[in-house]
């Protein structure tokens, strides 16, 4: 089963809008209260990320269901002209945006800058903010037919499970992570590039 798309933004009704499209979606998932509970808090740390960093971008969410498994799925594009874009770009390239904090402030960073960098290669966005975790360092100007993921939480977990003990930024992440709502509750977050889109599908099963 896939639901309906609706777009999301910092909006307050569109943030209402998503919580009340979870709801409807676990009730045709015939998930129980307790799942709907897990469901709810993984869509709001994902709205919560999607507050901060939509002033320049638009996105969509949206959930599949097969059996016990449920995909959260959110699209963001960019929308903002060139002068903008160059201007964003610039900031990236001085580490001004290297600050944040938490798993999930690390994650939309590091979505934003793909965004901020589509046509270029992992190395000159992403690891800046997420160096631990990537899978795919090729060029992003692929097909609109497929997604190429580039990062995903579980070689994120692993490198950093390898890293923490010999790097205190990678300790630091792993303390993150250990704390994250996210992180404990998916059982997989994939980010991927997509044309000109950024997608990231988190995956639990219940």
């Known amino acids: 089963m896939v639901s309906d798309k609706f777009m999301v933004n910092s909006d307050a009704e569109r943030m209402a809008a998503a919580r009340y499209a979870t709801e ?11 799942d ?3 469901l ?12 901060t960093m939509l002033d ?8 599949v269901n097969q059996g016990r498994t449920c995909e959260i799925h959110f699209e963001v594009t960019a929308d903002m002209n060139m002068d903008r874009k160059e201007a964003l770009l610039s900031v990236s390239s001085t580490g001004k945006n290297a600050a944040a904090k938490g798993f999930m402030a690390r994650l939309g960073d590091m979505i934003s800058s793909a965004v901020y960098g589509l046509g270029e290669t992992i190395d000159a966005y992403g690891r800046e903010t997420m160096q ?3 899978v795919n360092t090729t060029g ?21 499970n390898q890293a923490k003990d010999a790097d ?7 303390d993150e992570l250990e704390k994250s709502i996210v992180a404990r509750l998916a059982d997989d977050i994939v ?11 988190i995956t639990k099963k219940f």
């Open 40 to 51: 709810s808090l993984l869509v709001e740390e994902t709205l919560g990320m999607v507050k």
């Open 24 to 34: 409807r979606f676990a009730w045709q998932a015939k998930l129980d209260r307790h």
């Open 191 to 201: 980010v991927g590039v997509k044309g000109d889109r950024i997608d990231m599908i």
């Open 168 to 174: 205190g930024a990678a300790d630091e992440a792993w």
């Open 56 to 63: 320049d971008f638009y996105g969509q969410l949206w959930f």
């Open 132 to 134: 631990y975790g990537i």
């Open 140 to 160: 992003m100007m692929v097909s609109n037919a497929e997604m190429v993921p580039i990062w995903t939480l579980q070689t994120y977990r692993q490198d950093l």
């Open 36 to 38: 709907t509970l897990r």
